[in-house]
């Protein structure tokens, strides 16, 4: 089960991302590190999902890895280190999800699933783009974890809440995600 997204990211992205990889890598690390606190947030306010928990823990142990391996190109590269910064991309989103315990539930695991999959779309490009070696082989490994991400959402959703109701407001929160995606300004960074 995986999130189609209603639009792709435009190549003048790629072309910023390839020409200030730099800045791309420390906006990359401050995403996993997010997407890791995420992931605890989600097990932490629902601890009667079990199974969501279990998830969540594991998932947030593989976006922790994904931040070592950013942080140590980083490291090589001899960056500064960043403060992170607020993600427009995110909190266009995040005004999206609505009140009400359950549909805010279903909204912060469609979001999340939406934000992965939009991952998986952007990761993608990059590893396509980059010649053979250990940075393409990296970004080859974190595409293929945002799509089991993005499914892992997904299906949470289709578990918990109502399945006319996941389906509506996915549809709902793709168009918007792509015209938020189509208002943001091009930048060396995943959103």
């Known amino acids: 089960m995986q999130i189609t997204l209603h639009s792709r990211s435009s190549t003048s992205w ?3 991302v390839l020409a200030d990889f730099d800045s791309f890598l420390l906006d990359h690390a401050a ?19 079990p199974d969501l928990v279990a998830a969540m823990i594991d998932l947030s142990i593989e976006e922790l890895t994904h931040y070592r391996e ?20 995110v909190n266009k989103l995040r005004k999206l999800v609505r009140e009400g315990s359950e549909a805010y539930f279903c909204d912060r695991l469609l979001l999340a699933g939406i934000i992965e999959a ?20 990296l970004y080859e490994s974190i595409y293929r ?4 991400h993005s499914s892992l959402f997904l299906s949470f959703a289709y578990q918990y809440c109502q399945t006319e109701n996941v389906e509506d407001r996915l549809t709902q929160l793709l168009q918007q995600e792509a015209a938020i995606l189509a208002d943001l300004p091009v930048r060396a960074a995943l959103h």
């Open 14 to 16: 790629l072309a910023a």
């Open 31 to 49: 995403n996993e590190k997010k997407a890791a606190g995420v992931a605890l947030n989600l097990a932490a306010h629902y601890p009667d999902k």
């Open 70 to 89: 950013v942080f140590k190109l980083i490291r090589d590269r001899q960056l500064p280190p960043q403060p992170d910064q607020k993600d427009p991309y």
């Open 118 to 137: 939009r991952g998986l779309e952007r990761f993608t490009c990059i590893a396509q783009a980059l010649s053979a070696g250990p940075l393409k082989s």
């Open 145 to 148: 974890s945002e799509a089991r």
